[in-house]
């Protein structure tokens, strides 16, 4: 019987519904038990493996908090129940240690950012209502089997016990079922009688038996030495039961007969200590439960204390506002014109997050005098409230200025004097911050009186727009959020010697940004179809020849068909299987390559299809009526500082293959009497590694203009000039940019297709031949381990959390990415200078030229041809003259009829 459980506002099940579902009183009692231990060290290491720790703006990690808050969800929804209990070790000493002193020893102590969420997880289940209990004594698995066996006698249908633990298999019965975690809640094993003898090949009573005489080494328990399940399954089946095997010992020959006789009480004592303990005193009555009420506007501040921001929109209740604004809704053009303008904080309120020719709604106004909402319609046809939006001399604060610049354009109005963009104060604050929410990025700085998006307007299918009064209501919100925290914020970045990167580089970049996005590209459509027809051609041709090499037709793209192709029908070596059947990734093919002659094919076809649907249907899709595509740059987005493009994404436009080259050249300037010039940095982040670093050799290099890559090689290597080989220089050249970018002796080899020991040793090499990069790196490593962030030349920061975690792995990754943010970063900075200093050369020369797109290192103008020469040289010499290095910088520019000619 399935409870009947209501659907939250957003179409999923939150905690509280299903609370209030289990709470009605049902007339088949049914428990669910949980290992507590075992889903809380699950959810911890699913995202601590990944370095996803996920801190709160104080530094509190949240990770397990966030995982385990998920799996519960889907426990209750995965389980009938009309009890719960979560069954916590108390972490002390138990009875079993009071036997033996050794019982756990061994295992690897809990992590420090593990032990303490524990408390916050607790926290959790009070305030959803779900019992938790712990004691001194006894383990988790003791308190889980008494209160099932009170269960099964005291008349409940089923009792499920969700755990990771097998000890929890000798309870298993006709009423009690556990089920076994094998991937978190997504992958588990439901153990009944019967699957628990298919498995081990005895009745559930028995699973303590086979324990007592195989031992547990996770719980350093001995039993006999040398036994394993075969020989602890014969014994059982020829004697009946441990207590037999222990009794008859002497009629048992062999090694395992002389090994149980030379160590029966330490047999004995490790089946004692495997045995559930079912009489643990003081759990709570069954009666006790039942789940109570969630308290709800707890759970909400709990949400929002922890920044678990997911968990606070699936929330049923709205968010509660601690104040009423007052404010004015302009319904008449006479009020507009009858008001004085003055510096303001403004929200454009605009229809989603594609902002080009997407609708405004409104805009609302707070400043010292008055809060008021403008709707469009009004706005639009008042020439005095056009002439505040733009104009420079009334100051303005904003968030995502950029956003609301490029939605005005495309109504042809202004807005100027924009003084404060709240989201690039917050950008360069703490990237991590950021957010296209607004109310995201305000309660890190605990302010909430602001709605989610979501509230206002739902999500998905069910999104609808609201009354004008809730809009209102949302917009001045957000204004006046703005006035209160920008004074905060800006302090803040002063304070961390910030201040200069938001208001020199990001907020002038803004409006560039602004300019490109609504300047757009022009894409000839029948460039693209050609393009198109001619990849479908190779794509159909390549089926052709797949088809002929297995003799037979399948779907090529469906993993599922290709699998039973490649590992069955060709039976070629299976490399890697996944929950779902083999695997066909990319990397599987490489490594198949060799093996047949259809996997050749099979990666081309891929490439060919993916280049298909993604650029050449996406971008048809992608075309206004202006013909031209219209990217929007996330300009606060990447942890580095670097620009990223979407909707379409101009800077993934494939450059390594010819096929996805040829893409370019659907790309064209705005007239036929134009070009487009493309300029880009040579080997930026080497040369700002060189100058960070100090390092001689480098900087000599630069500076006598060498073949860094043919210089690196002849240094690492010992190599003469004559010696030389373009494989050589290939590998100088990976193992530059592996250190730029903190490449493993895992993925260099991966690259040059070399051993991890000879990756090893040419990344040794190369540290040893250029001492001042290792010194660099290991004052870097060293500094963010004392600060916990790194820095740019421009004063950027990234913060690494990862850098002092207990897992290795997650510690290495933080070392690795200490290395090289400040490179990375540094070089966006100066490309970002860049396009400031090129935008006000331009305004200066009074050109047509447009500057287009940015792709990274590179930057692409729409020139006309009489401007050529002077487009050239005024980018080139701006882009290298931008700051100084101790090496200079260079670029390389050309251009041509489309993108593809430029490069």
Partial sequence: MNLPCEMGTHGKIDVYHIIACIHTRCFMKRLLLIDGNSVMYRAYFSTAYTGNLMQTSNGVCTNALHSFVNMMNKALRTFEHTHVLVAFDAGKQTFRHEKLKSYKDGRAAMPDELREQIPLIKKYLD?????????????????????????????????????????????????????????????IESFTPALVMEKFEVVPAQIVDLKGLMGDTADNLPGVPGVGIKTALKALKNFGSFDE??????????????????????????????????????VP????????????????????????????????????????IDFEIVSDVSVLDAKVWQDSSIHVEIDGNNYHQAEIFGI????????????FEIAKVSTKFMDFLGSAEIKKSIFDFKKARVALMWQGLELRGIDSDLLLKVYVLNPNYADNEFKTIAMHFGYDHVFYDEDVYGKGVAREIPEQEMIATHAINIAVAISELDARITKELRNVDQYFLYKELELPLAEILAEMEYTGMNLSIETLESIGNDLSERSLALESTIYDLVGEEFKINSTKQLGEILFERLELPVVKKTKTGYSTSIEVLEKLKHKHEIIPQIIEYRSITKLYSTYIE????????????HTIFKQAFT????????????????????????????FVPSHTDSVLLGIDYSQIELR?????????????????????????????????????????????????????????????????????????????????TYDGIKKYMDETVRLAKKNGYVETLFNRRRYLPEIKHNNPAIRAFGERTAMNAPVQGTAADIIKLAMITIDKEMKAAGVKSKMILQVHDELLFDVPQDEIELMTKLASE???????????????ASYGATWYDAK
């Avoid at 003259?881 to 260079?890: D, M």
């Fill in 245 to 282: 095997v222990i009794a008859k010992r002497e009629e048992i020959t062999g090694k395992f007969g002389e090994n149980l006789r030379a160590n029966v009480e330490q047999v004995q004592l490790c089946y004692e200590m495997a045995k559930l303990y079912l009489q643990v005193e003081d």
């Fill in 285 to 324: 009555t069954l009666e006790q439960l039942q789940c109570k009420d969630v308290q709800e506007n707890e759970l909400w501040d709990f949400f929002q204390e922890m920044e678990l921001n997911s968990f606070l929109k699936n929330m049923k209740k709205k968010p509660r506002l601690s104040k009423t």
């Fill in 618 to 629: 996406g971008l048809k899709k992608a075309v206004l009526d202006d013909a031209k595509v």
């Fill in 639 to 666: 942890q580095t500082g670097r620009l990223s493009s979407t909707e379409p994404n101009l800077q993934n436009i494939p450059v390594r293959l010819e096929e996805g080259r040829l893409i370019r050249k659907a």
């Fill in 878 to 892: 701006a882009m290298e003259q931008v700051t100084n290095l101790k090496v200079p910088l260079k670029v390389d």
């Fill in 127 to 187: 305030l959803v209502g779900i019992s938790r209990f712990e004691t001194e004594k006894y383990e988790a698995d003791d308190i889980i089997g008494t209160l099932a066996c009170m269960a099964e006698s005291g008349g409940f249908e089923t009792i499920n016990i969700l755990t990771g633990d097998k000890d929890l298999l000798q309870l298993v019965s006709d009423k009690i079922i556990v089920h076994m975690m094998i991937k978190g809640i997504s992958i």
């Fill in 688 to 768: 700002v590694l060189a100058h960070i670093s100090g390092t001689e050799s480098l900087i000599e290099a630069f500076l006598k203009d060498e073949d860094i890559h043919a210089k690196t090689a002849m240094d690492v290597f010992a190599l003469n000039k004559d010696e030389m080989t373009s494989e050589l220089r290939r590998a100088a050249k990976a193992i530059n940019f592996g250190i730029i970018y903190g490449m493993s002796p895992f993925g260099l080899a991966e690259t040059l297709k070399i051993t991890q020991k000879e990756a090893r040793q040419y990344i040794k090499s190369y540290l040893e």
């Fill in 364 to 375: 609302a106004v707070v400043n010292q005098d008055e809060k008021y909402y403008v709707p």
